[in-house]
């Protein structure tokens, strides 16, 4: 994960190569912000219901498609490009990319207070067993 910046910063995506079936990169992190590219294949995704007690989540399609869910199978919106959801912390939620294209999906997400990577990390609930490992998919 990127370092805590306490000054302006600027960064850079760059889509990855190879996304198998999911790829988390990481793109920029203050005290109490951070912000990622989660890159899908077609049928990937989240892999089970969870929430977030203390971020406020905003995503965003870049491309693709996406559906996400706020309980096992009701829809909470199907987004393509240009399109994004907002998710308040404790609302339970997971997603999948939908349709035949990779997704780039930007995840924006603020904490009630400062936090460390690990405390970012732990900041799960999780509603039912998650079917991949999910630290595999984090990159730098």
């Given at each position: 994960?990127?370092?805590?910046?306490?000054?302006?910063?600027?960064?850079?995506?760059?889509?990855?190569?190879?996304?198998?079936?999911?790829?988390?990169?990481?793109?920029?992190?203050?005290?109490?912000?951070?912000?990622?590219?989660?890159?899908?294949?077609?049928?990937?995704?989240?892999?089970?219901?969870?929430?977030?007690?203390?971020?406020?989540?905003?995503?965003?399609?870049?491309?693709?498609?996406?559906?996400?869910?706020?309980?096992?199978?009701?829809?909470?919106?199907?987004?393509?490009?240009?399109?994004?959801?907002?998710?308040?912390?404790?609302?339970?939620?997971?997603?999948?990319?939908?349709?035949?294209?990779i997704l780039e999906l930007?995840?924006?997400?603020c904490s009630t207070k400062?936090?460390?990577?690990?405390?970012?990390?732990?900041?799960?609930?999780?509603?039912?067993?998650?079917?991949?490992?999910?630290?595999?998919?984090?990159?730098?």
């Amino acid at each position: 994960m990127r370092e805590v910046s306490t000054e302006i910063t600027t960064f850079k995506y760059t889509r990855p190569a190879e996304v198998n079936p999911k790829k988390i990169l990481w793109l920029a992190k203050t005290d109490r912000l951070f912000s990622t590219m989660q890159v899908l294949r077609p049928g990937g995704g989240e892999t089970n219901l969870h929430a977030h007690p203390s971020l406020d989540g905003l995503w965003f399609v870049i491309s693709g498609r996406a559906r996400f869910y706020s309980d096992e199978t009701t829809v909470a919106g199907e987004l393509g490009p240009m399109e994004g959801i907002l998710i308040p912390r404790g609302s339970k939620y997971w997603f999948e990319a939908a349709g035949d294209d990779i997704l780039e999906l930007l995840q924006v997400e603020c904490s009630t207070k400062s936090f460390t990577t690990e405390e970012a990390m732990a900041d799960r609930l999780d509603f039912n067993e998650r079917k991949a490992d999910f630290g595999k998919a984090l990159e730098e």
